[in-house]
């Protein structure tokens, strides 16, 4: 059976559970299913059953070795963040029960969610939807997360304002535009013609198709930006802002870290959105989805099996919503 670094002594002496590994950062074919020890949760957490994970670029970019400096090189490492499944076990001071149905996402930057089993901080988790499958509330934590961080939180986005979201039809896009209506924003939502329809069933007021039409030669002016795909910069779209408006983008880079730092003088600003899981958050989200304001969509799902071909598919950044991988 193979050590497991990144629950360290945690792991219980006998128990083993299923889980996707690396063994060196790389291509979709270094993710490997094989037996580990299984977590053991400390103070504050829980041991949750997983039965479904969501597949998110950032697995992608950990598994490629993108951010070492926050993933190290010990190895094996399970990677993914998404998660749903059953409490079994809860440690001490945990405030979720055993039994609990829970969804939510692993704040740790590798992850650890594709496995049978993860010792999971209570304060990263909520009580999952009640209203949809476990394999679709899986969909939910890192992407929607992320769009109302971004859009509530960074950008401060009220209702009556315009919001310009750019890569609406993908897994953090789809809840961006839910989540801008729901928070009473006229939106302008930027995708291929292949997905106006669902983005125009998501509830977008109007659709710019980014394949006819350059974003920087736009006539309106915006309250908010989310480039979502994040293919722009602060300077690119500053002009489409209007006299206060904000800029939010998803990826790191020296570029947007010096124009948040410049933007602190002027009255534009650009924000980067790092999205860190939250109980308060995913109960918001919870009560959308269960009030049938935020509708969850699902691309695609994989057996766990098929890993690397969920993979794959997602570096094809073409996905309409999200991809989900069944553990069981
Ligand atoms: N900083 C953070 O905390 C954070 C959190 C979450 C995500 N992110 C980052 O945010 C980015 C988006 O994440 P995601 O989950 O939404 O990705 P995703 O699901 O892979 O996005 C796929 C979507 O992007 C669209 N797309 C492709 N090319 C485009 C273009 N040139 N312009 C506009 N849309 C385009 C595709 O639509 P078409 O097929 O129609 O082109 C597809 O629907 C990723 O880079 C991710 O790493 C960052």
Redesign the pocket.
Known sequence: MTALPQYGKHVHPSETMRAVVIDRYGGPEVLRLTTVPRPVPTRGQVLVRTRFVGV???D??VRKGKFQIATGKKFPLIVGHDIAGEVVEAGPGADLNKGDLVYGMINDFAGRAYAEYAAVDCQQLAKAPTSVELAVAAAVP??A??AL??LRDDAELKAGQNVLI?????????FAVQIAKILGAQVTA??????VDLVTELGADSIVD??KTELVDLDERFDVIFD????YCFDDLRKLLSERGTYV????SARIFKDVARSFVRRKRAK?????SRRDQLEWLRQQIDAGRLRVVV?RSFPISDVAEAHRF??????????VLAVD
Request: with cysteine.
């Open positions: 998110n670029p950032k992608v970019i890192l992407a997360q992320t961080q971004a750019n890569g609406a039809s993908g897994g953090v896009g789809v930027v995708c291929s013609h292949r997905n980014y394949t979502v795909f994040g293919n983008n998803t990826i790191p980067l959105v790092i999205v860190k691309d997602m570096e094809t950044k073409r996905a309409r919503g999200k991809v």
